[in-house]
């Protein structure tokens, strides 16, 4: 089935859905050729969940913070710990791209809604908590 | 053609001085270009592959004829055996020899054929999920560069400078605030809600009274003691119009 028809009904699905008590999503297609959906999560506006969809997974990816907000001396021991948290944190690992840190989720694309919303509204949980958790290493 | 080294290359490199870019945007349109580039060879590949898959077909055909000729002049030769004709078989059993051999060769060429086959399945397979990922990859560097633009223009709007964007742990902190308000709220709805609640039931109470600092306990009892004589009176009457 073609990517751009799951992705247009995955955004469907999403906007009638609440997660973690109650919050509402509000979806949107943004990128007409990359095709991006950007959900909002009621209340965390400020950290959208990024899905793509292609031939051999659906992710998922929240933006964390980027090379300049580390503190210097703190670089190492932050990546020690993002390494780290990697196994604990469920669902979710840790990436990068160029200088913008990322948490990010994958699933198949076999996956049902349900498990996309479990996974959206895991990523956001961790995105929180590793924000907080990595906070000392921040300015 | 080793494209993972590439994207590396491109994403490690140059973010420029004033750390506007998420990657150095010459190194994505190299990237871009490469895996046009590996897709094209892919696609060459395929049709490589289709060709040798013809030709090994067209072997395996002539292998198979091989094989029937083969068995088929056996028995012309057995045939002229029983009939005693010596130099017939003879000559029937060199051309079982000529048609052995050949397919010897023909067999042979199928081998390299199909192992040929295999190979390249294999290498366009690992190629194809490179480039997926190579894909993939771009995609995101692409959405971030996206919504980084967006951030900025959004900031600038409002506060004249991109730079006042919020970072993770400002925006961390508006949401915890925001969450703290909210329960706020709700404690105050709350004990607003419960104090409301105990004085009406206190009211309630007092105006049935049965409000504790004005009633006695003897007050009580025989406000009970009349309650039930007269339920028991309510259900004799009940029994009796239903008898009748």
């Known amino acids: 089935m073609n990517n751009k028809i799951k992705l247009m009904q ?14 509402a999503l509000t979806p949107e297609i943004i990128e007409e050729d990359l095709q991006v959906l950007q959900v909002l999560i009621q209340d965390r506006e400020e950290f959208p969940v990024y899905v ?6 659906i992710l998922c990816v929240s933006y964390l913070w980027q090379e300049q907000e580390i503190i210097p001396e703190q670089r190492e021991a932050l990546l ?43 990523l956001s949980d961790n995105t929180l908590e590793a924000i907080e958790l990595m906070a000392e290493y921040l300015k | 053609m080793n494209l993972f080294n590439k994207l590396l290359t491109a994403l490690r490199g140059a973010v420029t001085e004033t750390g506007e870019a998420i990657v150095d945007s010459q190194g994505i349109r190299i990237l871009e270009q490469e895996i046009r580039d590996a897709k094209e060879h892919v696609n060459r590949a395929k049709d490589s ?6 030709e090994q077909m067209a072997v395996q055909r002539k292998v198979n004829s091989l094989y029937a000729s083969i068995g088929e002049h056996e028995h012309y030769a057995s045939q002229a055996l ?35 086959i295999v190979i390249m399945k294999q290498s366009i397979a690992a190629t194809e999920r490179k480039i997926q990922g190579m894909d993939r990859e771009l995609t995101l560097v692409k959405t971030t560069e996206s919504v980084h633009k967006a951030n900025e223009a959004v900031a600038a709007r409002f506060s004249g400078s991109s730079s006042s964007l919020l970072s ?14 909210k329960i706020d709220q709700m404690q105050a709805a709350l004990s607003i809600q ?3 609640n105990g004085d009406r039931l206190q009211a309630k109470l007092q105006a049935a009274g049965i409000a504790t600092n004005k009633a006695s306990a003897s007050d009580i ?3 009970l003691r009349i309650k039930r004589s007269e339920s028991l009176l309510n259900s004799l009457e009940y029994k009796q119009y239903h008898r009748d």
């Open chain 1, 10 to 23: 995955l955004a469907d699905a999403l906007s009638n859905a609440t997660i973690n008590n109650g919050a």
């Open chain 1, 52 to 57: 793509t969809i292609d031939d051999s997974q």
């Open chain 1, 80 to 122: 020690e710990a993002l390494l780290s948290l990697n196994i604990p944190m469920p669902l979710s690992s840790f990436s990068k791209i160029g200088h913008q840190y990322i948490i990010f989720g994958a699933l198949s694309t076999r996956s049902d809604t349900d498990a996309i919303l479990h996974e959206i509204a895991t």
């Open chain 2, 49 to 54: 592959l289709t060709e040798v898959i013809a």
């Open chain 2, 82 to 116: 029983e009939k005693n004709d010596e130099a017939l078989a003879l000559e029937i059993a060199e051309k079982i020899v000529a048609l052995s051999n050949e397919l010897d060769a023909q067999a042979a060429v199928l081998e390299s054929l199909d192992n040929n």
């Open chain 2, 168 to 181: 993770a742990t400002e925006s961390l902190e508006r949401i915890k605030a925001k969450q703290q308000k």
């Open chain 2, 194 to 196: 419960q104090e409301e």
């Open chain 2, 221 to 223: 009892l025989e406000r």
